[in-house]
């Protein structure tokens, strides 16, 4: 336990070390500037977004946790009753499908107006 303790240790210092005598110590003007990205703001940074981006990224939301409800899914075959995980995951897939497709019909995932 002694030697995996030293090991860690060791190696901690050693990566630490090596953080601080790698990198740059004289970076240019780009990069002590606040934008990076090459170019001066202008204009005000307070414009609003587009309610379309906030559905869509709400929508991207749901289903990426319905991506995390049903992962578990597989394993339910070792359960004594898998059909009643079945049930629900189907019951999850469904309603989720209900609202995407309500969704496409009222033309919430449409960029252009």
């Known amino acids: 336990m002694a030697m995996f303790f030293s ?22 003007t780009e990069k002590l500037s606040p934008y990076e990205c090459g170019f001066d703001p202008h204009g005000s940074a307070r414009l609003p977004y587009s309610m379309r981006f ?44 209900l609202g995407l497709a309500y969704e496409w019909l009222q033309g919430g995932l449409e960029w252009a107006e």
Not at 14 to 23: A, D, E, G, S, T
Not at 62 to 85: G, M, R
Request: proline share 8%; glycine share 0%.
């Open 54 to 97: 906030f559905l869509v990224a709400i929508l991207f939301l749901l289903f990426d946790l319905e991506i995390a409800l049903l992962l578990p899914t597989p394993w339910t075959l070792q359960l004594l009753n898998p059909a009643s995980t079945f049930t629900w995951a189907s019951i999850i897939i469904i309603l989720l499908t």
């Open 7 to 28: 090991i860690t240790l060791l190696m901690s210092i050693i990566l630490v070390i090596i953080c601080f005598w790698l990198p740059a110590t004289n970076p240019d």
